[in-house]
């Protein structure tokens, strides 16, 4: 009988112990690859079904954008014929609006005049120059075809009816006739009549100005009312909020220093509106032409020093102008031709303040400051004169030498002679006593034109420097 030998080797192999163990350990790596590919293929399965839902929900979601762009397409479609449409009607209906500040700017005097004729002649004349203007500018207002023209004027017609007519330009009824041919000749064109009110026709004119501003149709603005710095701020507004929008100005009475910096462009329309303001023409239009007078010789001693006075002899101009009137003599006032200075004027004391520093007062009472000496009396008819200008005579500017109010309801536009000159700061300093010397018992103001000393006091009153007689006096009595 064979035996087995010690290593677990038969005589003829392997045993059968270890074909099992090599078959046991095969089988178990067979298996673990088994289930690794089991896995495997369970995995690739998970990941095909989601792929599958993706792709089912992305295939969806294709058909939706398909389903929205041809709608968003068809909406465009529809939108550009809209647009297209719009933009027909807006090339197809452009206009100008012409927007008129009548209480400043006047029509020429001549058409004026014509009563109703002249309104009817002053709107095709105005729509006719505006429609030449635009005409050459159409490339620049984006115009292509035919255009409207709009015009506006706003004016208070009872008061500016009133000044023309105390000034002998117009008779009573005439202004408001000519407003009624303005207004029925052409349907576009039309007159507003805002009646009394302080800037009716300013307030008139910015809410039309706002409206047009946002009216696509609109391709320009014609305004006019330049002279009128109360629109300044307003007409920068606008420049600024709509920067690409053309406003321009109707060239008429000189532009107003605030606008004038604006730059803005300025049209000028031949022989429809007036050079001249209101002020100009009303003033000039009665005086007769031997009032517009110009001083040729003076011998005047404007400080009385005890000498005779000399008097004034004026030339008479060659041409009459209502704006040389307006600057010579107010309406209906004739310039005396021999005017001068009280040949024995009697000087008032003067409480003398000197400059600090530039010598002594001569009454230890008062601070030192700037030295102010009171104008000698003057002649009662050149006072009259003065004080009878209209209007009036604007003091910075004839005393000072400038004047800073824009816009100054005071005239600047007068040739005061220096006796004229010295006039108005008698009746200046006589009227107005400084409030700066009254509150600071002192004036620094070396070109100040107020009253420094009481004129009304005696000698023995000013040499006792005590109140004059007069209880109401405005430099004796406090305020």
Same mark, same amino acid.
């Given at each position: 009988?064979?035996? %087995? ?17 090599? !078959?046991? $350990? ?19 399965? &998970? ?43 807006? /090339?197809?209906?452009? !206009? ?62 009872? =008061? ?102 604006? /730059?803005?462009?300025? &049209? ?33 001693? =404007?400080?009385? /020093?005890?000498?005779?006075? =000399? ?37 008032? %004391? ?11 007062? %001569? ?5 030192? =400051? ?21 209007? $009036? ?59 420094? &000393? ?19 006096? $405005? ?5």
């Amino acid at each position: 009988m064979m035996t %087995t030998m010690s290593n677990g080797l038969g005589a003829h192999g392997p045993s059968n112990t270890s074909l099992l163990q090599s !078959y046991k $350990r095969r089988f178990e790596e067979l298996t673990e690859t088994e289930k690794k590919k089991d896995e495997l293929i369970s995995e690739l399965l &998970q990941q095909n079904e989601h792929l599958s839902d993706l792709l089912e929900r992305t295939g969806d979601e294709l058909e939706r954008e398909k389903s929205f762009a041809h709608r968003s397409q068809k909406k465009i479609r529809d939108l550009e014929a809209q647009v297209g449409d719009v933009e027909n009607k807006l /090339n197809s209906y452009p !206009y100008v609006q012409v927007l008129i500040d009548g209480d400043g700017m006047l029509f020429h005097l001549d058409l004026l005049k014509k009563k109703k004729d002249g309104g009817s002649e002053a709107a095709e004349l105005l729509l006719s120059e505006v429609r030449d203007l635009v005409r050459s500018n159409r490339d620049d207002l984006c115009i292509k075809g035919d255009f409207e023209i709009r015009a506006l004027v706003f004016a208070n017609l009872e =008061g500016l009816s009133k000044t023309l007519v105390k000034s002998n330009i117009l008779k009573q009824g005439d202004l408001q006739q000519f407003f009624v041919g303005f207004t029925q000749r052409l349907e576009q064109v039309n007159f507003i009549d805002v009646g009394y009110g302080k800037e009716m026709a300013d307030s008139k004119i910015r809410g039309e100005f706002l409206f047009h501003l946002k009216d696509p149709r609109c391709r320009l603005i014609l305004f006019g009312g330049g002279h009128d710095n109360g629109y300044a701020p307003f007409l920068k507004t606008c420049t600024a909020t709509n920067p690409n929008y053309p406003i321009w100005l109707l060239e008429g009475p000189p532009t107003a220093r605030e606008i004038s910096s604006m /730059n803005l462009p300025s &049209q000028k329309l031949h022989d429809v509106f007036s050079k001249d303001s209101q002020n100009e023409i009303t003033n000039g239009s009665p005086v007769q032409a031997n009032a517009i007078l110009t001083p040729t010789t003076s011998s005047l001693n =404007g400080y009385g /020093n005890g000498s005779t006075g =000399g008097s004034v002899t004026y030339d008479a101009p060659q041409k009459f102008s209502y704006a040389s009137a307006a600057i010579s003599a107010p309406p209906g006032l004739i310039r005396p031709t021999s005017i001068h200075y009280n040949s024995s004027p009697v000087q008032e %004391t003067a409480k003398t303040i000197t400059i600090s520093g530039s010598g002594t007062s %001569t009454t230890s009472n008062y601070p030192r =400051g700037i030295q102010h000496s009171m104008v000698p009396s003057a002649d009662a008819e050149r006072v009259n004169y003065i004080k009878c200008l209209s209007p $009036r005579a604007c003091n910075n500017f004839y005393l000072r030498g400038a004047c800073y109010s824009q816009p100054c309801p005071y005239s600047h536009k007068y040739k005061l002679s220096p006796e004229d000159v010295k006039t108005l700061k008698y009746i200046i300093e006589r009227s107005k006593p400084c409030q700066q010397l009254k509150k600071r018992g002192f004036c620094e103001d070396e070109k100040c034109y107020y009253g420094h &000393q009481c004129p009304f006091k005696t000698n023995a009153e000013a040499a006792g420097e005590g109140r004059c007689s007069n209880s109401y006096c $405005r430099f004796c009595q406090e305020d």
